[in-house]
Protein backbone atom coordinates (compact mmCIF):
# COMPACT_ATOMS: atom_id res chain seq x y z
CA UNK A 1 0.00 0.00 0.00
CA UNK A 2 2.62 2.86 -1.10
CA UNK A 3 4.58 4.30 -3.95
CA UNK A 4 8.42 4.58 -4.30
CA UNK A 5 9.53 7.31 -6.70
CA UNK A 6 12.24 10.10 -7.50
CA UNK A 7 11.96 11.81 -4.53
CA UNK A 8 12.73 8.72 -2.30
CA UNK A 9 15.80 7.51 -4.49
CA UNK A 10 17.01 10.50 -4.34
CA UNK A 11 16.96 10.78 -0.64
CA UNK A 12 18.81 7.53 -0.82
CA UNK A 13 21.04 8.89 -3.05
CA UNK A 14 22.29 11.45 -0.47
CA UNK A 15 22.62 9.43 2.36
CA UNK A 16 25.09 7.43 -0.04
CA UNK A 17 27.28 10.27 -1.18
CA UNK A 18 27.68 11.78 2.05
CA UNK A 19 28.92 8.52 3.48
CA UNK A 20 26.61 8.89 6.39
CA UNK A 21 24.57 5.82 7.26
CA UNK A 22 24.35 6.22 11.46
CA UNK A 23 21.96 8.26 12.67
CA UNK A 24 23.69 9.26 15.55
CA UNK A 25 27.04 11.08 14.11
CA UNK A 26 26.49 14.56 15.55
CA UNK A 27 26.93 17.29 13.41
CA UNK A 28 23.83 18.48 11.43
CA UNK A 29 20.28 16.92 11.88
CA UNK A 30 20.03 13.67 10.05
CA UNK A 31 16.80 12.26 7.82
CA UNK A 32 15.71 9.99 10.53
CA UNK A 33 15.39 13.02 13.48
CA UNK A 34 13.77 14.65 10.14
CA UNK A 35 11.51 12.63 10.30
CA UNK A 36 10.77 11.43 13.53
CA UNK A 37 10.06 15.91 14.20
CA UNK A 38 7.45 15.63 11.38
CA UNK A 39 6.19 12.56 12.72
CA UNK A 40 5.63 14.37 15.93
CA UNK A 41 3.52 17.39 14.36
CA UNK A 42 1.67 15.37 12.05
CA UNK A 43 -0.07 13.01 14.95
CA UNK A 44 0.92 15.75 17.96
CA UNK A 45 2.55 13.65 19.67
CA UNK A 46 5.37 14.74 21.93
CA UNK A 47 7.82 12.14 21.32
CA UNK A 48 8.22 9.17 18.20
CA UNK A 49 11.45 6.64 18.52
CA UNK A 50 12.10 5.71 14.98
CA UNK A 51 13.50 1.53 14.87
CA UNK A 52 14.38 -0.91 12.52
CA UNK A 53 11.01 -2.53 12.72
CA UNK A 54 7.30 -2.86 14.11
CA UNK A 55 8.38 -5.57 16.26
CA UNK A 56 11.48 -3.82 18.07
CA UNK A 57 8.88 -0.87 18.81
CA UNK A 58 6.44 -3.15 20.56
CA UNK A 59 9.09 -4.82 22.70
CA UNK A 60 10.78 -1.10 23.47
CA UNK A 61 7.38 0.04 24.05
CA UNK A 62 6.80 -2.63 26.92
CA UNK A 63 10.03 -2.04 27.95
CA UNK A 64 9.35 2.18 28.32
CA UNK A 65 5.86 1.21 30.45
CA UNK A 66 7.78 -1.61 33.16
CA UNK A 67 6.39 -4.58 31.58
CA UNK A 68 8.35 -7.57 32.91
CA UNK A 69 8.83 -11.31 34.44
CA UNK A 70 5.42 -12.10 36.47
CA UNK A 71 3.39 -9.85 34.20
CA UNK A 72 0.18 -10.52 32.05
CA UNK A 73 -0.61 -8.79 29.15
CA UNK A 74 -3.78 -8.86 26.85
CA UNK A 75 -3.12 -9.45 22.88
CA UNK A 76 -5.87 -10.34 20.55
CA UNK A 77 -6.54 -13.52 18.82
CA UNK A 78 -6.39 -12.28 15.81
CA UNK A 79 -3.04 -10.11 14.32
CA UNK A 80 0.75 -10.47 13.61
CA UNK A 81 2.33 -12.99 15.81
CA UNK A 82 4.72 -10.36 16.85
CA UNK A 83 2.15 -8.64 18.70
CA UNK A 84 1.91 -11.74 21.29
CA UNK A 85 5.67 -12.42 20.79
CA UNK A 86 6.72 -8.91 22.26
CA UNK A 87 5.58 -9.54 26.08
CA UNK A 88 7.74 -12.51 26.17
CA UNK A 89 10.64 -10.72 25.09
CA UNK A 90 10.51 -8.51 28.17
CA UNK A 91 9.86 -11.66 30.14
CA UNK A 92 5.81 -11.29 30.73
CA UNK A 93 3.61 -13.40 28.67
CA UNK A 94 0.25 -12.68 26.67
CA UNK A 95 -3.19 -13.94 27.61
CA UNK A 96 -5.34 -14.14 24.27
CA UNK A 97 -8.45 -11.93 23.99
CA UNK A 98 -11.29 -12.58 21.21
CA UNK A 99 -11.85 -10.21 18.92
CA UNK A 100 -15.32 -8.98 17.75
CA UNK A 101 -17.02 -8.43 14.63
CA UNK A 102 -14.87 -5.30 13.88
CA UNK A 103 -11.87 -7.57 13.92
CA UNK A 104 -10.48 -6.03 17.01
CA UNK A 105 -10.26 -6.77 20.59
CA UNK A 106 -12.97 -7.56 22.25
CA UNK A 107 -13.22 -4.86 24.94
CA UNK A 108 -16.07 -7.42 27.08
CA UNK A 109 -13.63 -10.33 26.57
CA UNK A 110 -10.28 -8.12 27.63
CA UNK A 111 -12.32 -7.59 31.25
CA UNK A 112 -13.03 -11.18 31.43
CA UNK A 113 -9.70 -11.70 30.85
CA UNK A 114 -8.21 -9.02 33.32
CA UNK A 115 -6.67 -11.05 36.87
CA UNK A 116 -4.21 -9.09 39.41
CA UNK A 117 -1.06 -9.93 37.13
CA UNK A 118 -2.52 -7.84 34.03
CA UNK A 119 -0.31 -5.10 33.69
CA UNK A 120 -0.82 -3.86 29.86
CA UNK A 121 -3.23 -4.22 27.32
CA UNK A 122 -2.11 -4.37 23.28
CA UNK A 123 -5.17 -3.04 21.03
CA UNK A 124 -4.43 -3.94 17.42
CA UNK A 125 -5.69 -1.36 14.42
CA UNK A 126 -5.64 -4.76 12.11
CA UNK A 127 -5.96 -4.21 8.26
CA UNK A 128 -6.17 -0.62 8.55
CA UNK A 129 -9.19 -1.47 10.86
CA UNK A 130 -9.26 0.93 14.40
CA UNK A 131 -10.30 -0.17 17.73
CA UNK A 132 -12.67 0.74 20.27
CA UNK A 133 -10.24 3.18 21.97
CA UNK A 134 -13.09 4.87 24.15
CA UNK A 135 -13.93 1.47 25.73
CA UNK A 136 -10.48 0.30 26.01
CA UNK A 137 -9.05 3.57 27.71
CA UNK A 138 -11.93 3.58 30.09
CA UNK A 139 -10.97 -0.32 30.83
CA UNK A 140 -7.29 1.43 31.50
CA UNK A 141 -8.25 3.79 33.84
CA UNK A 142 -10.54 1.67 35.44
CA UNK A 143 -8.19 -1.22 36.14
CA UNK A 144 -4.85 0.88 36.33
CA UNK A 145 -3.41 -0.47 32.74
CA UNK A 146 -1.17 0.62 30.79
CA UNK A 147 -2.15 0.69 27.51
CA UNK A 148 -0.07 -0.11 24.00
CA UNK A 149 -1.51 0.16 21.04
CA UNK A 150 -0.46 -1.50 18.07
CA UNK A 151 -1.26 0.41 15.08
CA UNK A 152 1.32 -1.41 13.40
CA UNK A 153 -1.00 -1.98 10.35
CA UNK A 154 -2.81 1.14 10.34
CA UNK A 155 -0.18 4.41 10.06
CA UNK A 156 -1.69 7.73 9.77
CA UNK A 157 -5.45 6.33 10.69
CA UNK A 158 -7.79 8.63 13.10
CA UNK A 159 -10.27 7.35 15.57
CA UNK A 160 -13.05 9.83 16.48
CA UNK A 161 -10.19 12.22 15.39
CA UNK A 162 -7.60 10.99 16.86
CA UNK A 163 -4.56 9.52 15.40
CA UNK A 164 -4.46 5.78 16.27
CA UNK A 165 -0.62 5.32 18.04
CA UNK A 166 -1.31 8.45 20.26
CA UNK A 167 -3.99 7.92 22.16
CA UNK A 168 -2.56 4.91 24.92
CA UNK A 169 -0.02 5.28 26.64
CA UNK A 170 2.21 4.13 23.94
CA UNK A 171 2.34 3.10 20.29
CA UNK A 172 3.89 1.71 17.84
CA UNK A 173 3.71 1.91 13.77
CA UNK A 174 5.22 -0.75 11.56
CA UNK A 175 6.83 0.47 7.34
CA UNK A 176 7.72 -2.82 6.36
CA UNK A 177 6.99 -3.51 2.71
CA UNK A 178 3.15 -3.99 3.29
CA UNK A 179 2.28 -1.34 5.45
CA UNK A 180 0.88 2.33 4.63
CA UNK A 181 3.98 4.06 4.21
CA UNK A 182 7.51 1.61 3.91
CA UNK A 183 11.07 1.96 4.26
CA UNK A 184 11.31 -2.07 3.66
CA UNK A 185 11.90 -2.55 6.73
CA UNK A 186 10.87 -0.22 10.08
CA UNK A 187 9.17 1.00 13.11
CA UNK A 188 8.12 3.80 15.49
CA UNK A 189 7.15 4.38 18.67
CA UNK A 190 4.97 6.59 19.87
CA UNK A 191 4.68 8.66 23.70
CA UNK A 192 3.39 11.73 25.50
CA UNK A 193 5.48 9.99 28.17
CA UNK A 194 8.85 11.19 29.34
CA UNK A 195 9.95 8.55 31.21
CA UNK A 196 8.45 6.19 28.60
CA UNK A 197 10.41 7.41 25.65
CA UNK A 198 13.72 7.74 28.02
CA UNK A 199 13.19 4.54 28.89
CA UNK A 200 12.71 2.92 25.09
CA UNK A 201 15.25 5.31 23.76
CA UNK A 202 17.80 3.61 26.59
CA UNK A 203 16.77 -0.03 25.49
CA UNK A 204 16.81 0.56 22.00
CA UNK A 205 20.48 1.66 21.59
CA UNK A 206 22.75 0.09 23.66
CA UNK A 207 25.40 3.42 23.08
CA UNK A 208 22.64 5.52 24.02
CA UNK A 209 24.66 6.69 27.51
CA UNK A 210 27.40 7.88 24.50
CA UNK A 211 25.69 9.99 22.54
CA UNK A 212 25.14 13.91 22.28
CA UNK A 213 21.69 13.26 24.16
CA UNK A 214 22.47 11.43 27.53
CA UNK A 215 23.08 14.66 29.15
CA UNK A 216 19.39 15.19 29.14
CA UNK A 217 18.67 11.85 30.09
CA UNK A 218 17.58 12.00 33.61
CA UNK A 219 16.73 8.16 33.86
CA UNK A 220 18.74 6.03 35.42
CA UNK A 221 20.98 4.19 32.15
CA UNK A 222 20.77 0.23 31.96
CA UNK A 223 21.39 -2.69 29.54
CA UNK A 224 19.89 -2.14 25.90
CA UNK A 225 19.82 -3.71 22.67
CA UNK A 226 20.73 -2.45 19.05
CA UNK A 227 17.03 -1.28 17.17
CA UNK A 228 18.39 1.87 15.63
CA UNK A 229 17.06 3.11 12.41
CA UNK A 230 19.42 3.61 10.17
CA UNK A 231 19.49 7.22 7.53
CA UNK A 232 19.12 4.98 4.52
CA UNK A 233 15.06 4.49 6.35
CA UNK A 234 14.88 7.63 7.99
CA UNK A 235 15.48 9.34 3.81
CA UNK A 236 12.78 6.63 2.31
CA UNK A 237 10.22 7.41 5.56
CA UNK A 238 10.92 11.40 5.38
CA UNK A 239 9.53 11.57 1.64
CA UNK A 240 6.98 9.04 2.10
CA UNK A 241 5.32 10.94 5.39
CA UNK A 242 4.44 13.42 2.98
CA UNK A 243 2.77 10.79 0.75
CA UNK A 244 0.18 9.42 3.31
CA UNK A 245 -2.23 12.25 3.81
CA UNK A 246 -2.70 11.18 -0.68
CA UNK A 247 -2.95 8.04 0.05
CA UNK A 248 -5.41 7.59 3.12
CA UNK A 249 -7.80 9.84 1.30
CA UNK A 250 -7.85 7.63 -1.57
CA UNK A 251 -8.03 4.85 0.42
CA UNK A 252 -11.45 6.41 2.64
CA UNK A 253 -13.12 7.78 -1.37
CA UNK A 254 -13.06 4.06 -2.29
CA UNK A 255 -13.89 2.58 0.44
CA UNK A 256 -17.14 5.03 1.08
CA UNK A 257 -17.82 3.58 -2.10
CA UNK A 258 -17.34 -0.13 -1.84
CA UNK A 259 -19.24 0.15 1.19
CA UNK A 260 -22.29 2.29 -0.51
CA UNK A 261 -22.72 -0.31 -3.09
CA UNK A 262 -21.94 -3.60 -1.01
CA UNK A 263 -24.48 -2.60 1.50
CA UNK A 264 -26.99 -3.41 -1.31
CA UNK A 265 -26.59 -7.20 -0.79
CA UNK A 266 -28.80 -9.94 1.34
CA UNK A 267 -26.31 -12.59 1.56
CA UNK A 268 -23.77 -10.58 3.77
CA UNK A 269 -23.18 -7.11 5.60
CA UNK A 270 -20.50 -4.83 5.59
CA UNK A 271 -18.73 -5.64 8.99
CA UNK A 272 -19.52 -3.10 11.80
CA UNK A 273 -16.50 -0.48 12.22
CA UNK A 274 -15.51 1.56 15.22
CA UNK A 275 -15.38 4.91 13.71
CA UNK A 276 -16.88 4.84 10.02
CA UNK A 277 -16.49 8.12 9.21
CA UNK A 278 -12.28 7.54 9.48
CA UNK A 279 -13.17 3.85 8.31
CA UNK A 280 -10.28 2.75 5.75
CA UNK A 281 -10.11 -0.85 5.71
CA UNK A 282 -13.28 -2.80 4.85
CA UNK A 283 -14.24 -6.45 5.60
CA UNK A 284 -17.78 -8.18 5.07
CA UNK A 285 -19.78 -10.87 7.43
CA UNK A 286 -21.80 -13.66 5.90
CA UNK A 287 -24.33 -15.84 7.96
CA UNK A 288 -22.12 -19.18 7.58
CA UNK A 289 -18.75 -20.77 7.09
CA UNK A 290 -20.32 -22.34 3.75
CA UNK A 291 -20.67 -18.56 1.86
CA UNK A 292 -18.18 -17.42 3.37
CA UNK A 293 -15.59 -19.83 1.86
CA UNK A 294 -17.86 -20.09 -1.45
CA UNK A 295 -17.78 -16.30 -2.05
CA UNK A 296 -13.93 -16.47 -1.22
CA UNK A 297 -13.27 -18.84 -3.92
CA UNK A 298 -15.79 -17.16 -6.43
CA UNK A 299 -13.96 -13.33 -6.07
CA UNK A 300 -10.74 -14.26 -4.65
CA UNK A 301 -11.65 -12.06 -1.36
CA UNK A 302 -9.68 -13.79 1.36
CA UNK A 303 -11.39 -15.60 4.05
CA UNK A 304 -10.33 -14.15 7.19
CA UNK A 305 -9.55 -17.65 8.84
CA UNK A 306 -7.57 -19.15 6.27
CA UNK A 307 -5.07 -15.72 6.80
CA UNK A 308 -3.31 -18.49 9.52
CA UNK A 309 -0.05 -16.07 9.90
CA UNK A 310 -2.51 -14.05 11.68
CA UNK A 311 -4.56 -16.56 13.74
CA UNK A 312 -3.71 -17.49 17.28
CA UNK A 313 -4.20 -21.54 16.27
CA UNK A 314 -1.16 -20.96 14.28
CA UNK A 315 1.15 -19.23 16.02
CA UNK A 316 3.35 -22.09 17.37
CA UNK A 317 5.99 -20.15 19.60
CA UNK A 318 3.31 -19.19 21.78
CA UNK A 319 1.56 -22.22 21.45
CA UNK A 320 4.04 -24.26 22.67
CA UNK A 321 5.37 -22.50 24.74
CA UNK A 322 8.97 -22.64 24.16
CA UNK A 323 11.75 -20.24 23.92
CA UNK A 324 15.64 -19.73 23.14
CA UNK A 325 17.01 -21.60 26.41
CA UNK A 326 14.62 -23.19 28.94
CA UNK A 327 15.87 -20.48 32.03
CA UNK A 328 14.60 -17.77 29.70
CA UNK A 329 11.56 -18.98 29.56
CA UNK A 330 9.09 -16.78 31.05
CA UNK A 331 5.93 -18.92 31.49
CA UNK A 332 8.25 -20.38 34.67
CA UNK A 333 8.20 -16.42 36.14
CA UNK A 334 4.47 -16.19 35.15
CA UNK A 335 2.55 -15.96 38.62
CA UNK A 336 0.20 -18.67 37.38
CA UNK A 337 -0.26 -21.33 35.03
CA UNK A 338 -0.78 -20.24 31.57
CA UNK A 339 -2.50 -22.42 29.30
CA UNK A 340 -3.65 -22.26 25.48
CA UNK A 341 -5.70 -24.37 23.57
CA UNK A 342 -6.64 -24.62 19.69
CA UNK A 343 -10.57 -23.79 21.38
CA UNK A 344 -9.40 -21.26 23.61
CA UNK A 345 -10.76 -18.41 21.98
CA UNK A 346 -14.17 -19.71 19.98
CA UNK A 347 -15.35 -16.61 19.62
CA UNK A 348 -12.75 -15.62 17.28
CA UNK A 349 -12.60 -18.20 14.95
CA UNK A 350 -16.51 -18.15 14.31
CA UNK A 351 -15.94 -14.66 13.08
CA UNK A 352 -13.02 -15.52 11.08
CA UNK A 353 -14.68 -18.36 9.67
CA UNK A 354 -17.28 -15.80 8.27
CA UNK A 355 -15.42 -13.12 7.17
CA UNK A 356 -14.08 -12.12 3.85
CA UNK A 357 -11.80 -9.03 3.04
CA UNK A 358 -11.93 -6.44 0.27
CA UNK A 359 -9.09 -6.25 -1.11
CA UNK A 360 -8.33 -2.77 -2.65
CA UNK A 361 -5.64 -0.42 -3.61
CA UNK A 362 -5.28 3.61 -3.34
CA UNK A 363 -4.73 3.98 -6.72
CA UNK A 364 -7.22 1.61 -8.39
CA UNK A 365 -9.33 3.62 -10.73
CA UNK A 366 -13.18 4.32 -9.24
CA UNK A 367 -14.02 2.59 -12.42
CA UNK A 368 -12.61 -0.72 -11.90
CA UNK A 369 -13.58 -0.14 -8.38
CA UNK A 370 -17.50 0.03 -9.26
CA UNK A 371 -17.02 -3.04 -11.90
CA UNK A 372 -15.39 -5.22 -9.44
CA UNK A 373 -18.17 -4.16 -6.85
CA UNK A 374 -20.40 -5.83 -9.24
CA UNK A 375 -18.53 -8.93 -9.59
CA UNK A 376 -19.22 -9.77 -5.44
CA UNK A 377 -22.20 -8.78 -5.55
CA UNK A 378 -23.38 -11.07 -8.61
CA UNK A 379 -22.02 -13.59 -6.47
CA UNK A 380 -25.06 -16.26 -5.96
CA UNK A 381 -25.68 -18.69 -3.13
Known amino acids: MHNIGKEEVQAVRKVIMDNQFM ?12 FEKALCKKLDVKHALTMNS ?3 ALISALVGLNIGPGDEVLVPAFTWVATALAPLAVGAVPVLVDIDETLTIDPRDVEKKITRHTKAIIPVHVCNLVCDMKSIMRISRKYKLAVCEDAC ?25 YKNITCGEGGALLTNDDTINERALIYHDTGCYTRSHASKITHPFFAGVNYRASEIQGAILHVQLKRLNDILKKLHTRRKLLAE ?10 APHNDPNNAIGIMLLFKTPRQAKLFSQRTGCRMMLESSRHVYT ?3 PIMSQETFHPKMNPYKWAKRKIKYRKDMCKESLQI ?11 DTPIPEIRKFTRKLLSVKF
Open 352 to 362: LSRMCNVPFLY
Open 54 to 56: GTS
Open 314 to 316: NWE
Open 261 to 270: LLSQSKDFKV
Open 153 to 177: QAVGLQYKNKYVGAIGHAGTFSFNQ
Open 23 to 34: RYRGGETGYVER
